[in-house]
């Protein structure tokens, strides 16, 4: 099963403009991370956001974190073709310890040039 | 480039084969998460293992089973294959410290994934 659900399922804008996609989950966590997969292939590390932090910056990427709404969100500025690619959040259940990341279902944005 | 390897990138099986896919760290990582990334979904987390003990497993039947090696490569494998199973199989590799102090978990390096099709 899906701890996360990104919202929305699809998104389409034109290079340049900014794009925000958001996570909702449903346990206590550790921390909330976001990954990045282009069309078929693996998946990639972008940042990390800990429970008892708010918001990150990492280059064009804007994470925020509200524990009280278990809820995340991505932004990317100045988007880029080179940005389209499926956007996952994970979280790392505070029940569940080390054992696992749980993914959500993903964002498929595409960057029109 | 994230110094995970896995082979194979793609196979063709027929329903009831066996199936093994193979899983190279990245250097220093003492500690393997497998999933299964069904099309159009997110990854679905098969087990985990650490240290060559199985550590975490998902909702998966025990026809899935694997290996971890001393060098901390890793195996997956799926007896009985079923349609079902046809998926992207991807691994992630990530260190563990010895001591761990809330049980968070930190960044996955994933592999490129094995695309599994069954027959």
């Known amino acids: 099963s899906q701890q996360g659900e990104e919202d929305p399922q699809a998104l389409s804008i034109q290079e340049g403009e900014n794009a925000t996609m958001n996570c909702s989950y449903k346990t206590s966590i550790n921390n909330l991370q976001w990954y990045r997969q282009n069309s078929g292939r693996g998946l990639v590390h972008l940042i990390l956001i800990r429970s008892n932090e708010r918001e990150k910056h990492s280059g064009r990427l804007r994470v925020t974190l509200d524990t009280s709404k278990k809820s995340s969100s991505l932004l990317i500025t100045a988007s880029r073709a080179a940005d389209t690619a499926s956007y996952f959040c994970?979280?790392?259940?505070?029940?569940?310890?080390?054992?696992?990341?749980?993914f959500g279902t993903g964002t498929r944005l595409t960057i029109i040039p | 480039e994230t110094g995970v390897t896995q082979s194979p990138t793609h196979l063709i099986k027929t329903r009831g084969q066996q199936v093994t896919l193979r899983c190279s760290s990245q250097?220093?990582?003492?500690?393997v998460s497998w999933y299964q990334q069904a099309l159009g979904q997110g990854p679905q987390f098969i087990f985990q293992?650490?240290?060559?003990?199985?550590?975490g497993r998902g909702n998966f039947p025990p026809r899935f089973s694997g290996l971890q090696f001393p060098n901390y490569s890793s195996e997956l494998n799926v007896n009985a294959l079923e349609l079902d199973d046809s998926a992207l199989y991807l691994c992630?590799?990530?260190?563990?410290?010895?001591?761990?102090?809330?049980?968070?978990?930190?960044?996955?390096?994933f592999g490129e994934g094995s695309r599994l099709t069954v027959l």
């Open positions: 293992y650490y240290r060559e003990e199985e550590n």
């Open positions: 992630a590799s990530s260190l563990t410290p010895v001591f761990i102090a809330g049980g968070s978990t930190g960044e996955l390096f």
């Open positions: 994970a979280t790392d259940a505070r029940n569940f310890g080390n054992e696992k990341l749980t």
């Open positions: 250097s220093g990582h003492n500690t």
